[in-house]
């Protein structure tokens, strides 16, 4: 079966780290770009991330600097370093997969929880 799940979620307070875990199974990930987004309560979901296929790496102006996204090929797993953690990134996180040459090839997680307090 096709599965993204995520791990690493949990509570931590104002200026801490996390390291969120996306991995993958049923399919490979060499061929997807890959993302990583959150929604926090009553907001839209958000782009917090990104990694090509060529891997250059794009961040949102909020995270950049704080936020670190990486892939292990060995593992089929994605990551996302977070620190400097603030309660604005309270949030559900989720990884999405979409493979760019058959587009409805497009895979989310079931998401992780991520709570910060002040």
């Known amino acids: 079966e096709v599965r993204l799940v995520e791990s690493g979620g949990g509570l931590v307070q104002a200026g801490g780290s996390l390291r969120l875990s996306c991995a993958a199974s049923?399919?490979?990930?060499?061929?997807?770009?890959i993302g990583w987004f959150r929604q926090a309560p009553g907001k839209e979901r958000e782009l917090v991330a990104t990694?090509?296929?060529?891997?250059?790496?794009h961040y949102e102006d909020s995270m950049k600097g704080r936020f670190t996204i990486s892939w292990d090929n060995a593992k089929n797993t994605v990551y996302l370093q977070m620190s400097e953690l603030k309660p604005e990134d309270t949030a559900v996180y989720y990884c999405?997969?979409?493979?760019?040459?058959?587009?409805?090839?497009?895979?989310w997680g079931q998401g992780t929880q991520v709570t910060v307090s002040s």
């Open positions: 999405n997969a979409r493979n760019p040459f058959y587009p409805n090839y497009n895979y």
């Open positions: 049923g399919f490979t990930l060499d061929d997807y770009a």
């Open positions: 990694i090509r296929r060529s891997g250059s790496t």
